[in-house]
């Protein structure tokens, strides 16, 4: 089992930057691929980006590359999520999850994640 608590949502002006994290809870969160989605009101949630278990392959979504970068501290139990020259677009509620593993090539499946945490609102204004 792993609990997942995000923090680092707020509001910012278009430009700005906003970092997040996720902490989980458990022994075992090295073993976890771990993700980050969004969901605008009125959507469905999407996939931002992703890290592998070792942090060694890392995905982002093309909306996102270039501006958001997911990293891990295995020995914090933490992911964090960059995310820098924030856009209007970007304002969704953001979630963590967690998987143990992904099936070939769907790292960007929500099915793919066992595990979410409550997400934290991210507002940016124009």
């Known amino acids: 089992q792993v609990q997942l608590v995000e923090s680092g949502g707020g509001l910012v002006q278009a430009g700005g930057s906003l970092r997040l994290s996720c902490a989980a809870s458990?022994?075992?969160?090295?073993?976890?691929?771990m993700g980050w989605f969004r969901q605008a009101p009125g959507k469905e949630r999407a996939f931002v980006a992703c890290?592998?278990?070792?942090?060694?392959?890392?995905y982002y979504a093309d909306s996102v590359k270039g501006r958001f970068t997911i990293s891990r501290d295995n020995a914090k139990n933490t992911v964090y999520l960059q995310m820098n020259s924030l856009k209007p677009e970007d304002t969704a509620v953001y979630y963590c999850?967690?998987?143990?593993?992904?099936?070939?090539?769907?790292?960007?499946?929500?099915?793919?994640?066992?595990?979410w945490g409550q997400g934290t609102q991210v507002t940016v204004s124009s």
């Open positions: 458990g022994r075992t969160f090295s073993s976890y691929n």
């Open positions: 999850a967690a998987g143990l593993t992904w099936l070939s090539g769907s790292y960007y499946k929500p099915s793919e994640y066992g595990y």
């Open positions: 890290s592998s278990w070792s942090g060694g392959s890392m």
